[in-house]
């Protein structure tokens, strides 16, 4: 029972989310990219790192802050490699065909690269099967990008 009361509320989470999606290609909070979070911190850090604002750079119509001039230089650089999967919404959500937002405490880097979810119970669900929920969020992302 507690189980079955634990998928409800999950999914009652994902889609009171998703009725706040945002029609933009990167999720952004409080006009910032990533809830304001150095997405470089992930990689050089192992864990996110909130940004300053006397380190920004404007990119993909967003705003995004980093924690140092060396890891936005490294962003500048290549913001491909560092920005998040999906425009950094929620990757099990994407799967599912909606955009969520994200907990940037959320997280998990796979083949060098960043994806988020929308809780840390949202991200065990998408950590059952990782390979497919990528696969699938690839497939289904474009189109769900279009809405902008």
């Keep these: 029972m507690k189980n079955k009361l ?10 009171s989310g998703s ?3 945002q029609d933009k290609a990167v999720y952004q ?3 910032f990219a990533l809830n304001g979070i150095d997405p470089v911190a992930y990689f050089t850090e192992s864990k996110p790192v909130e940004g300053k604002e006397n380190f920004s ?5 967003a ?3 980093f924690s140092s001039q060396a890891n936005l230089d490294l962003f500048k650089a290549n913001p491909a490699k560092y ?23 959320a997280w ?23 390979p497919t929920r990528i696969q ?13």
């Excluded at 634990?6 to 889609?15: N, P, R």
């Excluded at 920005?83 to 405490?105: I, L, M, R, W």
């Excluded at 289904?140 to 990008?145: A, E, F, G, R, V």
């Design 6 to 15: 634990s998928s409800i509320i999950t999914l009652f989470l994902l889609v």
């Design 83 to 105: 920005a998040p999967q999906f425009g950094g919404y929620c990757a099990y959500g994407v799967s599912e065909n909606h955009k969520s937002p994200t907990d940037p405490n």
């Design 57 to 61: 750079f404007d990119w993909n119509n």
């Design 108 to 130: 998990t880097i796979v083949e060098d690269k960043l994806y988020l979810n929308y809780s840390k119970k949202v991200k065990e669900l998408w950590s059952k099967d990782i």
């Design 136 to 148: 699938r969020a690839n497939e289904l992302w474009p189109s769900l990008n279009k809405s902008n």
């Design 29 to 31: 909070k409080n006009g």
């Design 63 to 65: 705003k995004w802050l």
């Design 19 to 21: 009725l706040m999606a």
